[in-house]
């Protein structure tokens, strides 16, 4: 990037040396050698170097700001696929919690489903592996 703004700014800065270099005052104005007209008056000249440093100014920050625009393209192209991801993770939620509410219907309805067994729990696990190793638990105190 910093070509095309050398490509653009080396130019511009030739061409002010270029007639900096051809000026002579007098009287009626400032004479450019290089110029086809004999005298320019000196207010043309300030307004025309005004605007030239605006132009220049502008330029310049159009250039800077590059690679925080190109940074920001991307962002918003993340953003964009993020937001995309966070749609469908939100439809499962729903969907989980539709399913969810439909169990707990089947529950209300049916209360025996409700009912978990001592061998459905872990501690009802570890016990059918404690019978079939034969380790007895000794209560203390009996």
Known sequence: M???YYLIVLPIIAI???LL???????????F??????CIKPQIVLIIALALGYILGKLNSWFNYLPLRYDLKQQMKTNKVLNIEQEKL?????DLK???????????????IAVVTETKTVAGFFEKLRKKLGLNRSKKGN
């Not at 270099?21 to 004479?31: D, K, P």
């Not at 939100?90 to 729903?94: F, G, I, K, P, R």
């Not at 539709?98 to 025996?112: C, D, R, S, T, Y």
């Open 21 to 31: 270099y051809g000026i002579s005052t007098s009287e009626e104005g400032i004479a």
């Open 98 to 112: 539709l399913n969810i509410a439909g169990l707990q219907e089947k529950v209300a309805a049916n209360p025996e």
């Open 90 to 94: 939100n439809h499962a939620v729903n």
């Open 33 to 38: 050698a290089q110029w086809p007209q004999d």
């Open 2 to 4: 910093r070509f095309v």
């Open 16 to 18: 002010v040396a270029w």
